[in-house]
């Protein structure tokens, strides 16, 4: 028996070794390797030295280049100037916190003046701890992304009763222990506040790296996402990391920018292999006008092309487009289209006890978009419906929020605003109500009546101050053509007295030639004049 059972498995080896002959070689899958028995790490995706900087010489002159650019021509801003000369590491800390906060997906244009306003009223970790989240929506307004105001203010708070105070001195701390700091966010005020030796990659590096490493594989993907911030740690400059990524930052806003870049004032053209590529391909097409390229095909060299192109999982998949020039780099997916939303919203006017307008306005959910902000009384059209229907749920809306029963009638249609947030395409119908004066108490908390000076002033989204302003204007225009009107009807009466007045015509001499009228005809003229 023991000698069948050795038979047929020898049989069997020999018939598995057959078949494994008859098919093409290939790699092992990691599933089919563990099926085995034998243990291994997954296979990292195949990454060429030619993205990387495999030259220390190299690393070494691109950060004194980089570097010399930088003190030469940086901008001054309000919170490099305060990480420089602030001496107080805890305010220093925080106060870069709240720039690159301030800075996430808004421009360094419309940050200072919010930056200068907020540093002047919550100099401190302490002194922002302090402040209501109303305080920090209505200092926010504006700018945008209002969940990142929340977090700041959470992050004090959290700072003041569980750190004692004191901001987190590392990298993996900030990470770890402040709401909304991400992994560029921490390297950041590590870097520029705390000095720590660590790269940072936010958009304007990814671009600069994808360009210098000629990365054209998409910048979204976790193998580029890996491999850039592998370069940006080994590029930092060890003695001045702070200023290093705050350089290539400042580069990729002012020269390497997305479109149309300045590669001609670049202080670190000499390392970038896109513009090497780019030079390359116009010496070629050159070559190729002059008619002095031989017949075999033209080929770039070693150095100016991955030679691992096909499987390199940081080499692009898409083409080479001349046009395109440096721009080829880096590549990113489409966007996915904004979501369509049309939202019916009723600007309620009541006259306040001092006579001038109120404005009604309702509190936002505390979660979820444009969170604790005031808007006006708004509700989410699912589809296109009349005007009559629009009124008829508005009135609704409204009676129900002041608990009366109002007259559809009341309601007048305004106009539309467009804004577009980030994924949203927003739509507001607009309508206006104006309230007597039993008609205007609210009974919910979560409603204010403000004054316009106040709802100026209120934590109110760019939205709403879009719609304020389409309701001025709309009153202007109204005024002007009630103005115009009057206008025209006090000049049509004055037209009308002169025209009558010059008809009148002259005693003693119209219609006579300036012959002398008899006694008789005297009068006949003057009762023609009185009729």
């Not at 098919?23 to 563990?34: D, F, L, M, N």
Request: aromatic fraction near 6%; hydrophobic fraction near 35%; proline fraction near 5%.
């Amino acid at each position: 028996m023991s000698r069948l059972r050795s038979a047929m498995h020898k049989g069997k080896r020999v018939g598995q070794e057959i078949v494994e002959t008859a098919k093409p070689k290939r790699k092992k899958s990691e599933t089919a390797v563990k099926e085995e028995g034998t243990k291994t790490k997954t296979v990292p995706p195949v990454q060429s030295s030619y993205h990387t900087f495999p030259d220390p010489a190299d690393v070494v002159l691109l950060r004194s280049n980089l570097l010399c650019w930088y003190d030469k021509e940086k901008r001054e801003l309000p919170w490099r100037t305060l990480a420089l000369t602030e001496s107080d590491l805890n305010i220093r800390t925080y106060a870069v916190w709240v720039s690159e906060i301030m800075l996430q997906q808004t421009q360094v244009a419309t940050v200072i003046d919010y930056y200068n306003k907020w540093m002047k009223r919550w100099p401190t970790v302490q002194d922002l701890a302090a402040a209501t989240l109303e305080e920090v929506n209505q200092m926010w307004a504006g700018l945008g992304y209002y969940s990142r105001g929340k977090r700041l203010h959470e992050g004090s708070q959290k700072v003041v009763s569980e750190l004692k105070g004191q901001m987190p001195r590392t990298v993996d701390s900030l990470l770890k222990q402040l709401p909304g700091v991400g992994r560029y966010t921490a390297a950041a005020i590590g870097s520029i506040a705390l000095g720590q030796v660590t790269g940072a990659v936010d958009g304007n590096v990814i671009r600069v790296l994808c360009r210098l490493r000629a990365i054209g594989a998409d910048s979204t993907s976790p193998a580029v996402t890996e491999a850039l911030w592998s370069l940006a740690n080994k590029l930092v400059d060890p003695d001045r990391p702070g200023d290093f990524n705050q350089a290539l930052m400042e580069l990729g806003a002012r020269v390497c920018t997305p479109k149309g870049p300045l590669c001609s004032q670049c202080p670190v053209q000499t390392h970038c292999r896109s513009y090497s590529k780019v030079q390359l391909k116009q010496e070629k097409n050159s070559q190729k006008l002059l008619g002095k390229l031989d017949r075999k095909p033209f080929a770039l060299s070693d150095i100016e092309d991955c030679l691992n192109s096909g499987t390199c999982s940081l080499c692009p998949s898409e083409p080479w487009d001349d046009e395109l020039g440096v721009q080829n780099f880096p590549r990113k997916p489409a966007k996915k289209p904004p979501r369509v939303e049309r939202t019916l919203t009723c600007v309620v006017i009541r006259v306040g006890e001092e006579g001038e307008d109120e404005y009604l306005l309702t509190k936002r959910p505390n979660k979820g978009l444009l969170a604790g902000l005031w808007e006006f009384p708004s509700l989410l059209l699912e589809e296109k419906s009349s005007e009559v229907k629009q009124k008829r749920a508005l009135c609704a809306e409204i009676s129900s929020l002041l608990g009366t029963s109002l007259s559809e009638s009341f309601f007048q249609y305004v106009g539309e605003v467009v804004h577009i947030f980030s994924h949203i395409h927003q739509t507001y119908v607009v309508h206006s109500v104006c309230l007597k004066d039993g008609d205007a108490q609210t009974r919910t908390e979560n409603a204010q009546w403000l004054s316009r000076p106040a709802l100026q002033g209120a934590a109110v989204s760019t939205g709403v101050k879009k719609i304020v302003k389409l309701c001025d204007s709309v009153k202007s225009k109204e005024d002007q053509t009630s103005k115009d009107g009057k206008r025209k009807k006090h000049t049509d009466i004055k037209n009308d007295k002169k025209q009558q007045t010059s008809k009148k015509p002259k005693l003693g001499t119209a219609n006579t030639g300036g012959r002398q009228l008899s006694l008789s005809s005297f009068f006949k003229t003057v009762k023609e004049e009185s009729v």
